[in-house]
């Protein structure tokens, strides 16, 4: 069965403490991508990438960087956490199937951030 | 910029079939439109997916219409369980990897 397991589900950090999001798949994906959900405003991608050692930036990088050293890990790197960071972070991996985006995203049950 | 707009929410009752639309202007050509749903502290998992005309599974029904900018979602004899947040995914133009929800839409079925 499909698995993108996320290393935490519930974390508190305090302001200008480096936080790793971890998240792993199981299913040989090349895609993985790194979404913050808040009120309101839906999913929006921070950064997503296409294989190992590859990464690109999605709409709202800012203050966010990632890690992709293994194909099955996707880490989500926030060097010094804002107030502004609290949310819920999603991540998601996708087969590339006949190279058009027809595969499914995978997502994994999100990991609430709160930073004081 | 890859952009999706739908409805903010939606109410039904039980038994009757909703329709949900989003509109994406600036689809690219060879891109798919697909959609989820998704309930509180989850997340979103996939329905049905679609190129053009019409699609349908177990679950759902996607309309496509020949200029591709809009699809509407479409859940016959909605049921209590159906409610939940429902985005539409297109990527963006000039990077069709680059995978952009909209701000989704919350349907809420009463009994």
């Known amino acids: 069965d499909v698995k993108v397991t996320q290393s935490s589900r519930y974390l508190v950090k305090r302001t200008g403490e480096k936080v790793f999001l971890e998240c792993v798949q199981d299913?040989?994906?090349?895609?993985m991508f790194w979404y913050r959900q808040d009120p309101g405003l839906g999913l929006r991608l921070i950064y997503f990438?296409?294989?190992?050692?590859?990464?690109e930036k999605g709409d709202i990088p800012e203050g966010y960087s990632v890690s992709r050293e293994k194909k099955e890990r996707f880490s989500l790197i926030l060097e010094s956490a804002s107030t502004n960071q609290t949310s819920m972070y999603l991540c998601a991996s996708r087969l590339i199937v006949g190279g058009s985006n027809t595969g499914e995203l995978f997502f994994g049950e999100g990991s609430r951030l709160t930073v004081l | 910029l890859a952009k999706t707009t739908q409805p903010i929410s939606m109410d039904s009752y039980e038994g009757q079939e909703v329709n949900i639309t989003c509109s994406h202007n600036n689809i690219a050509t060879n891109d798919y439109i697909t959609w989820y749903q998704q309930f509180p502290s989850q997340g979103p998992r996939f329905i049905i997916q679609g190129y053009k005309t019409k699609v349908t599974n177990e679950v759902a029904s996607l309309f496509i219409p020949a200029d591709r900018k809009s699809s509407t979602l479409s859940l016959p004899r909605v049921s209590l369980s159906d409610t939940a947040v429902y985005y539409c995914l297109v990527g963006d133009p000039y990077n069709t990897d680059k995978l952009i929800f909209g701000t989704g839409t919350r349907l809420q079925v009463f009994p």
């Open positions: 299913m040989d994906h090349e895609n």
């Open positions: 990438s296409y294989d190992v050692k590859m990464k």
